[in-house]
């Protein structure tokens, strides 16, 4: 799985893949552990056995190596979302299989559920990449319209209002799923988890 580069300026050089896979991993496993501003650059540099002044001149500063680590997870999710897309022809199974592709992700996933809700706060990104880092949230609109178009979903509202409920439910399940690790995992229960969410998007 390749790791997207941030975009490079005249002084800015492109690690090496065997160089940012370390540096990115050893940053994903910091960012889960503690809120981002309390993980220093020497650290992640030590985790990757790797000089700060390497990491400095590849990404620049701490911030710009987090938006690289999200950016990198958030094209897999893309990836998988499209994949787990096709074929699927009702509009309902289409919205379920979504909502099912993230849970099972981050489930899969767990150090970079806990960093993204741990470090990544509305609006902190810097780097608005390319098109292929917006497919992601532009795949959720896509589907969102489409709903509303139809009559399928609530039409008071915008696209990016149902993305906000769509967002906001899946962001609080995942949260406190690590916290309540006597239950079930989510991706099992996906069936009535949709379901209450549906209630809440479906047009009346």
Partial sequence: ??????????????????????????ALDLFAERPFHEVRLDEIARA????????YRHYGDKQALLDACVLHWANALAARMTDHLAGIETYKDRLRKVFWVVLDFFEQHPKVARMILGSVYPGAMRYDVTDQQRRLTNLFLEVLAEGR??????????EAILLDYFYGVLARLIQMQSMRRQEPPLSAQVNVLFEMLWRAIAKP
Avoid: H, W, Y
């Fill in 1 to 26: 799985m390749s790791i997207s580069p941030l975009p490079t300026g005249p002084s800015r050089q492109k690690p090496s893949a065997a160089a940012r896979a370390r540096i990115e991993n050893a």
């Fill in 48 to 55: 990757a056995r790797a000089s700060l002044q390497t990491i």
């Fill in 149 to 158: 178009e139809r009559g399928i979903l609530n039409d008071q509202v915008s």
